[in-house]
């Protein structure tokens, strides 16, 4: 989120944001070009050096066709190329789980892969949670107990409780807090992101 917003908006507002909505702005800021369901990449507006790769990628249920650099990672092409900048850079060394999102099925730092590894996989950003305009459960949950503060590492919460809870419906709170264990929190609000994916398991009992 831009900081200047930061005081303007409401803490559902800010994780609507995350989620659904970025996509249609972001395609036009980066010279995506919509065609049926495949959107094409434009080369001109990518800048940099080096050998590059047209790959086809799977995101949120949207095929796109994007031209990347072989040393470009998911989270940059993620980012920089497609818009999705709900999902962050913290480290961009596979230690802090800011840009986390599921491939898969399952929770991994998107700063860890090559965007050149991803070609036919099914690839889910925080943007991909909501439907419209309603949240994902997680993500209402997240809002209920209070699970962003500063809200850097939150998407990386939520996609890593995400895959959790798919995996595991009714996680426990040792579970979760496991579940959690990748994603570290700058504001140290672990006991309230715990209890907001541990509020969604428990309804699932
Ligand atoms: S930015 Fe990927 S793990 Fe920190
Ligand atoms: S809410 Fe600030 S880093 Fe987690």
Redesign the pocket.
Known sequence: MNDDNKGKVSRRTFLKGLGGGAIGTAVISTGLVKSDSVEAYSPESSGGVGTRKTLNLKVNGKSYKVEVEHRSTL?EVLRDQLGLTGTK???????????TVMIGGRNM????QLAVWMEGKEILTIEGLAKGDKLDPLQEAFIEYDGPQCGFCTSGQIMSGKALLLKNPQANEAQVRRGLSGNLCRCGNYNREVAAVLAVANKAR
């Open positions: 989270a850079i913290g480290c961009d060394r596979g230690e802090c789980g800011a840009c730092y998107s700063c860890s």
